[in-house]
T-cell receptor
Framework: DAGVIQSPRHEVTEMGQEVTLRCKPI?????LFWYRQTMMRGLELLIY????????DSGMPEDRFSAKMPNASFSTLKIQPSEPRDSAVYFC?????????????FGEGSWLTVV | GNSVTQMEGPVTLSEEAFLTINCTYT??????LFWYVQYPGEGLQLLLK?????DKGSNKGFEATYRKETTSFHLEKGSVQVSDSAVYFC???????????FGKGTMLLVSP
């Protein structure tokens, strides 16, 4: 089975530019998560979708960040305009609830640098 | 609220040494508990999990036991290898929820 697929793996962009990160969850999974990892804050949950519907977006830093999930196999995280403090690794993850408990599987991350 | 506390690193060991990374949690109800591992330049991989009290998760020689009385889920390995060098994250998923709350991670460095 293919895991969670993220693109791009690495992105370097200038301050003020729009950044779009993409994610394809594991087929059959009904929950999708966007996490951000920085040295200062560790791993933070940005937003969580269930059955394509945003359930909890309280971790989205500010209005510059937006996320969509138009169908069960695709999600985007957009930053517009980007700022240097947005530099981080952004992870997409997915899971499928089951009797053995929720196990969340992570993609390899999108490493974003804003200069 | 829910939180996870891990011992600060880095933990530096020689090959074949015994490893313990402490993890304690705060949560209501009966969360599921996880250990994830992140190798340099890579994403997080599930290492092991436990879904109820007294469960023991194990994988690749690593073990952790869900201790509700001490709200702990310490990670252990009897003999570490250089290839175990990575950052280890303890996490919980509250009962009835799908999200994960992570600890800050503990870096493990194993020297030959």
């Amino acid at each position: 089975d293919a895991g969670v697929i993220q693109s791009p793996r690495h992105e370097v962009t200038e301050m003020g530019q729009e950044v779009t990160l993409r994610c394809k969850p594991i087929s059959g999974h009904n929950s999708l998560f966007w996490y951000r990892q920085t040295m200062m804050r560790g791993l933070e949950l940005l937003i969580y979708f269930n059955n394509n519907v945003p359930i909890d977006d309280s971790g989205m830093p500010e209005d510059r960040f937006s996320a969509k999930m138009p169908n069960a196999s695709f999600s985007t995280l957009k930053i517009q305009p980007s700022e240097p403090r947005d530099s981080a690794v952004y992870f997409c993850a997915s899971s499928s609830s089951g009797p053995s408990g929720n196990t969340i599987y992570f993609g390899e991350g999108s490493w974003l640098t804003v200069v | 609220g829910n939180s996870v506390t891990q011992m600060e690193g880095p933990v530096t060991l020689s090959e074949e040494a015994f490893l313990t990374i402490n993890c304690t949690y705060t949560a209501t109800g009966y969360p599921s508990l996880f250990w994830y591992v992140q190798y340099p330049g890579e994403g997080l991989q599930l290492l092991l999990k436990a879904t109820k009290a007294d469960d023991k998760g194990s994988n690749k020689g690593f073990e952790a036991t869900y201790r509700k009385e001490t709200t702990s889920f310490h990670l252990e390995k009897g003999s570490v290898q250089v290839s175990d060098s990575a950052v280890y994250f303890c996490a919980l998923s509250p009962s009835g929820y799908s999200t994960l709350t992570f600890g800050k991670g503990t870096m493990l460095l194993v020297s030959p």
